[in-house]
């Protein structure tokens, strides 16, 4: 039985899993709510000659160690963490789908960015972008190594249901933190006819572009503290640019960055959209990535 509170980790047996393992585990007990760490087991799909495919059921010495890979990490935290709850989900799924089945009413669902099945780098596909991509509830990616962090958390901001969303979920953890946010947007300069690429022209058309970005993300503030009753310090910044870049360099010493799984003008898909992806790929801090409810998406 899980409860709405746990926060869901991956485990494989990977470094990386071990760090978002590390990560979840004091993220719990922080929030004081359990922790649930989850393997999933699954053998390939095999050919059937003159016939269909097959799932091929794991063997014993494989299950074997799965469970003492999941015994290993309830040791690393009870070690560490002595008083957490914890439990642990052997699930005979591909690992994606059994994250997706544990956590699909958690706190948060967490994963790291590589895995022993991730060919080395986090790419469409992987679990932890299949699980960023399609989860409902909010899944932190924690990147190797993560340094020590200034405390601030950073926040892409684009006016869309699921930036809101993200924004929303920023406040609320500065508030259990007490930690200052960042509310950062880029802005790119529209088309414009030619002869206001004067010096004059050019400066007030960037101006424009730039209070118009800025009273976007300012109006999106108001409706998430109306909508969380934060008091969190917001710090807005502006920038020209590509807005996954200018998330990561905002969030270059961050406790945590937060996106939208997709932002304005992005196609409706279980894909992650292009400033999400490209945060989760660049970014050398945890980053979580937030989906908006259904109605709010779609409306």
């Known amino acids: 039985m899980t409860s709405s509170n746990a926060i869901v980790v991956g485990v494989d047996g990977s470094p990386d899993s071990g760090i978002a393992l590390t990560w979840a585990a004091a993220e719990a007990h922080r929030r004081g709510v359990a922790l649930y760490a989850v393997h999933g087991l699954w053998m390939p799909i095999a050919a059937v000659p003159y016939g269909s495919s097959a799932v091929l059921p794991p063997p014993d010495d494989l299950r074997a160690y799965a469970t003492q890979l999941l015994d290993k990490a309830r040791q690393r935290v ?49 679990v932890s972008g299949r699980v960023a991509a399609r989860s409902k509830t909010p899944v932190v990616v924690v990147p190797p190594h993560p340094a020590d962090s200034d405390g601030t958390i950073v926040v892409g901001v684009d006016g869309s249901a699921h930036s809101d969303a993200a924004l929303r979920f920023a406040l609320a953890e500065a508030d259990l933190l007490s930690a200052p946010v960042v509310a950062v ?49 917001v710090t807005v910044r502006v920038v020209p640019g590509d807005a ?25 898909s279980l894909l992650l959209g292009s400033t999400s992806h490209g945060v989760l790929h660049h970014a050398s801090r945890p980053v979580a990535v937030v989906h908006a409810e259904e109605a709010d998406a779609h409306g």
């Open 78 to 126: 009870k070690d560490e963490w002595p008083s957490l709850d914890m439990d642990t989900f052997l699930i005979q799924q591909p690992p994606a789908q059994a994250l997706l089945e544990v956590g699909h009413d958690a706190a948060l669902t967490v994963a790291g960015t590589r895995g022993l099945s991730a060919l080395g780098a986090l790419v469409l596909g992987s």
């Open 244 to 268: 996954a870049q200018a998330i990561v360099d905002a969030g270059q010493e961050a406790a945590l960055i937060v996106v939208g799984s997709r932002g304005r003008g992005e196609v409706r």
């Open 185 to 233: 947007n880029a802005f790119h300069l529209q088309a414009v006819p030619a002869p206001i690429f004067e010096a004059i022209g050019l400066e007030e058309a960037t101006a424009a572009e730039h209070d118009y970005a800025d009273a976007l993300v300012r109006d999106a503030v108001v409706r998430a503290r109306a909508a969380t009753g934060s008091h969190a310090e």
